[in-house]
């Protein structure tokens, strides 16, 4: 979410700058060469020690044997991996595995083996289906390096660095420091233990806004067993899935996978504001119901519909006519009228008010769309797009029963006549 040109929502009351979703893009895919499968019989090799190990230190954490994960790690980095436990087993975690690489030998230690791995994991029961049929729609995963040396008997991770693979989306918060969780009835929320305060503040807006999209996704059969929400301090927002360099931002939905989407939201740009927390929290949150079960990582050649929509459920019950963002629409018909209801994006280095402007204009091309065919019509659109890659002429062919060229020809005036 970036924030955006302030406007006045109750004159004398409020001033509040809005704002729009990030998603990250597809992390690159490396092909790790296999080594040889876990020997059947007795290990023989360091290798092969090493990865026993590790199943078992994997088949702890499903378990809850938090004694048995660290059993597989170096006394030095037993802290880190305390805290990797205990944040999974919060995140629900389901699934956890290593596909390990070939193994290396370590100089100047015989015992030790070193090799790429990729963690394979899932969250929740909704992530991983029991038979995905790419790679996007099976676990979610990190690529490490990883050490082990033989200690009292037994092989342990003494080393654990990232793989060389150029991903955008690490580390995840799980991965290194403590993370505290409050648990609600649709929502888990993460913090960092300096920023702990924010947890019983915003759970009952994060709760009231998750009952609202569960109304969205019903429509769109996305719904969601649990959301997860991290609330970022400044340090973890520059570091968590990457970190988020620009200034505007304020929120993030990323995708993990086919099924599985996690939100962060800046919280220093929120925590005063509980009226904007909850538009962003809804507007997130519709994008992890809309872009859920999406071929592609992210929406970037309809980025009119996915802010659109997501600005339509985060919004509601607002209509998009009386959104702060009615001031910079209004302000950009009047530069130049519209030939379409889908806006020009606007470029990298143009001004908050434009960007403002695109998002305003988005929400109302999609309400057009649910004024004119209804919402269970809409949501159709939506996924037809956004999750199954149609055209917009043939989503709009199947969803509404007309091309999509007369759906933009109806909205256009539409669009004028609420701002002006």
Same mark, same amino acid.
């Given at each position: 979410?970036?924030?955006?040109?302030?406007?006045?929502?109750?004159?004398?009351?409020?001033?509040?700058?809005?704002?729009?979703?990030?998603?990250?893009?597809?992390?690159?895919?490396?092909?790790?060469?296999?080594?040889?499968?876990?020997?059947?019989?007795?290990?023989?090799?360091?290798?092969?020690?090493?990865?026993?190990?590790?199943?078992?230190?994997?088949?702890?954490?499903?378990?809850?044997?938090?004694?048995?994960?660290?059993?597989?790690?170096?006394?030095?980095?037993?802290?880190?991996?305390?805290?990797?436990?205990?944040?999974?087993?919060?995140?629900?975690?389901? @699934?956890?595995?290593?596909?390990?690489?070939?193994?290396?030998?370590?100089?100047?230690?015989?015992?030790?083996?070193?090799?790429?791995?990729?963690?394979?994991?899932?969250?929740?029961?909704?992530?991983?289906?029991?038979?995905?049929?790419?790679?996007?729609?099976?676990?979610?995963?990190?690529?490490?390096?990883?050490?082990?040396?033989?200690?009292?008997?037994?092989?342990?991770?003494?080393?654990?660095?990232?793989?060389?693979?150029?991903?955008?989306?690490?580390?995840?918060?799980?991965?290194?420091?403590?993370?505290?969780?409050? @648990?609600?009835?649709?929502?888990?929320?993460?913090?960092?233990?300096?920023?702990?305060?924010?947890?019983?503040?915003?759970?009952?807006?994060?709760?009231?806004?998750?009952?609202?999209?569960? &109304?969205?996704?019903?429509?769109?059969?996305?719904?969601?067993?649990?959301?997860?929400?991290?609330?970022?301090?400044?340090?973890?927002?520059?570091?968590?899935?990457?970190?988020?360099?620009?200034?505007?931002?304020?929120?993030?939905?990323?995708?993990?996978?086919?099924?599985?989407?996690?939100?962060?939201?800046r919280m220093k740009e929120l925590e005063d504001n509980p009226v904007m927390l909850?538009?962003?929290?809804?507007?997130?949150?519709?994008?992890?119901?809309?872009?859920?079960?999406?071929?592609?990582?992210?929406?970037?050649?309809?980025?009119?519909?996915?802010?659109?929509?997501?600005?339509?459920?985060?919004?509601?019950?607002?209509?998009?006519?009386?959104?702060?963002?009615?001031?910079?629409?209004?302000?950009?018909?009047?530069?130049?009228?519209?030939?379409?209801?889908?806006?020009?994006?606007?470029?990298?280095?143009?001004?908050? @008010?434009?960007?403002?402007?695109?998002?305003?204009?988005?929400h109302l091309a999609v309400a057009c769309m649910a004024r004119k065919y209804g919402?269970?019509?809409?949501?159709?659109?939506?996924?037809?797009?956004?999750?199954?890659?149609?055209?917009?002429?043939?989503?709009?062919?199947?969803?509404?029963?007309?091309?999509?060229?007369?759906?933009?020809?109806?909205?256009?005036?539409?669009? &004028?006549?609420?701002?002006?």
């Open positions: 979410m970036r924030r955006a040109f302030t406007a006045t929502l109750v004159v004398g009351v409020l001033l509040l700058a809005t704002g729009l979703v990030i998603s990250r893009p597809e992390r690159p895919r490396v092909a790790i060469a296999a080594g040889p499968a876990p020997a059947a019989k007795t290990p023989q090799t360091p290798f092969e020690y090493a990865v026993e190990a590790l199943d078992r230190h994997a088949a702890a954490l499903i378990s809850g044997d938090e004694a048995g994960w660290l059993a597989a790690v170096d006394t030095p980095l037993k802290a880190r991996y305390r805290n990797m436990f205990r944040s999974l087993r919060a995140l629900d975690v389901t @699934r956890f595995g290593y596909e390990t690489g070939v193994g290396q030998p370590v100089k100047g230690d015989p015992a030790a083996v070193t090799f790429r791995a990729e963690v394979k994991y899932c969250l929740g029961p909704d992530m991983c289906p029991a038979q995905p049929g790419s790679d996007w729609q099976g676990p979610a995963h990190i690529e490490q390096r990883l050490t082990m040396r033989r200690a009292a008997g037994r092989y342990v991770i003494s080393v654990a660095a990232p793989g060389p693979s150029d991903d955008p989306r690490r580390p995840a918060p799980w991965e290194n420091g403590e993370l505290v969780a409050l @648990r609600g009835t649709r929502v888990t929320l993460f913090a960092a233990p300096s920023q702990r305060r924010y947890l019983t503040r915003v759970l009952p807006i994060a709760e009231a806004a998750a009952k609202a999209d569960d &109304r969205f996704a019903a429509l769109i059969g996305t719904q969601q067993s649990r959301y997860r929400i991290y609330l970022a301090g400044e340090a973890q927002w520059r570091s968590w899935y990457g970190g988020e360099e620009d200034d505007w931002a304020i929120g993030l939905a990323i995708p993990l996978n086919m099924h599985g989407i996690d939100v962060m939201l909850r538009v962003a929290l809804q507007h997130e949150l519709g994008h992890v119901v809309t872009l859920t079960g999406a071929y592609r990582a992210d929406a970037a050649e309809d980025t009119w519909l996915s802010e659109g929509i997501a600005e339509y459920i985060g919004w509601s019950p607002i209509s998009a006519g009386k959104t702060l963002r009615r001031f910079s629409v209004r302000w950009a018909l009047n530069r130049r009228a519209a030939t379409s209801m889908i806006p020009a994006q606007p470029g990298p280095d143009a001004g908050s @008010r434009a960007g403002d402007a695109f998002y305003g204009l988005s919402e269970r019509k809409l949501f159709a659109f939506v996924r037809l797009v956004l999750a199954q890659d149609n055209e917009l002429d043939q989503a709009a062919r199947d969803a509404y029963g007309v091309p999509f060229a007369t759906v933009d020809r109806a909205c256009v005036p539409w669009v &004028r006549q609420q701002v002006l």
